[in-house]
């Protein structure tokens, strides 16, 4: 959950977008948002980390890796934009989809 949705209980569109973060970081990793192995943090503050330390490629469930690597980088990358903690430097639903629309077609227009 949002923090500031948490703390305020105001649902907003970036609250949304954020959400939306999660569950593709979920998708892409297959953890839950929350996990002991996290101690005090959450899937976004794990993720991001390692993404930032260039350790991405660990971040990626096994299943999806492979041919299909830079696509779930990209989409990955998207779920970072979507969860950052500034919610006005998030990208809005429209970018998001164009966003992943373009990581979907990498594959395809090879």
Request: with cysteine.
């Amino acid at each position: 959950m949002y923090r500031q949705y948490a703390s305020t209980s105001k649902a907003t569109m970036k609250c949304d977008v954020y959400s939306f973060g999660v569950v593709l970081m979920e998708l892409i990793t297959e953890n839950k948002p929350v996990k002991i192995e996290f101690g005090n943090n959450n899937i976004v503050d794990c993720i991001s980390t390692k993404v930032e330390t260039e350790m991405e490629i660990e971040v990626l469930e096994p299943r999806l890796s492979g041919d299909s690597d830079i696509e779930m980088m990209k989409v990955l990358r998207v779920a970072i934009n979507c969860t950052h903690k500034t919610d006005t430097i998030r990208p809005n639903m429209n970018e998001v989809v164009q966003l992943v629309n373009e990581a979907g077609s990498t594959n395809l227009n090879s």
